[in-house]
């Protein structure tokens, strides 16, 4: 599943992210998903979301739940 809809991801997901500052290189971070921060349904780049571990980014890739 990708990252871009809103629907697919629940605190709790485990998923890859891409951080702000990893855009250009591509680098994923992966973790548990704890809050989602974006409002909308669907976002082109990704949902952002915050990890338990507290990083915040875009989510690329679902990994599972």
């Given amino acids: 599943m990708n990252g871009t809809q809103r629907a697919n991801i629940k605190p709790g997901t485990k998923v890859?992210?891409?951080q702000k500052?990893?855009?250009r290189t591509g680098q994923l971070t992966?973790?548990?998903v704890k809050?989602?921060?974006t409002s909308s349904a669907?976002?082109?780049r990704g949902?952002?979301?915050r990890l338990e571990s507290g990083i915040i980014g875009r989510v690329q890739e679902i990994i599972g739940e």
């Fill in 47 to 49: 949902i952002k979301v």
């Fill in 42 to 44: 669907v976002h082109h």
């Fill in 16 to 18: 890859k992210v891409v």
């Fill in 35 to 37: 809050d989602l921060l």
């Fill in 21 to 23: 500052e990893h855009q």
């Fill in 30 to 32: 992966e973790g548990i």
